[in-house]
């Protein structure tokens, strides 16, 4: 069974910088995509950013492009997003997530929350006017 554990969050001034990690267990880790989402208060879970098996090829949503970069160590089993220039939109609690089966991303496919079958407990990303 995975499980999957967020660090990182906190309060920031909008236009600073916070690192999330997440740290995986199982055997499973380096062989699936891996992600990121976000849930706002009063809002639906967001897509964030994932990220291939490898660690060659991401994809993001279109309102973090530029600022946000997400990579992997499949040799630590862990999962980071460096957010940068951070908006007061940005704040929400942040999700790590794992594919249910694959390896490979998809850019042009609008990923769910059905689509990751392994979820961290979350982390909260404030972030101030």
């Known amino acids: 069974q995975v499980q999957l554990v967020e660090s990182g969050g906190g309060l920031v001034q909008a236009g600073g910088s916070l690192r999330l990690s997440c740290a995986a267990s199982?055997?499973?880790?380096?062989?699936?995509?891996m992600g990121w989402f976000r849930q706002a208060p009063g809002k639906e879970r967001e897509f964030v950013a994932v990220i291939s098996s490898t660690g060659g090829n991401t994809h993001y949503t279109d309102s973090v492009k530029g600022r946000f970069t997400i990579s992997r160590d499949n040799t630590k089993n862990t999962v980071n997003l460096q957010m940068n220039s951070l908006k007061p939109a940005d704040t929400a609690v942040y999700y790590c997530?794992?594919?249910?089966?694959?390896?490979?991303?998809?850019?042009?496919?609008?990923?769910?929350?059905?689509?990751?079958?392994?979820w961290g407990q979350g982390t909260q990303v404030t972030v101030s006017p």
């Open positions: 997530v794992m594919d249910k089966t694959a390896s490979s991303i998809y850019p042009s496919y609008s990923y769910g929350p059905s689509d990751f079958g392994s």
């Open positions: 199982g055997r499973t880790f380096a062989s699936r995509a």
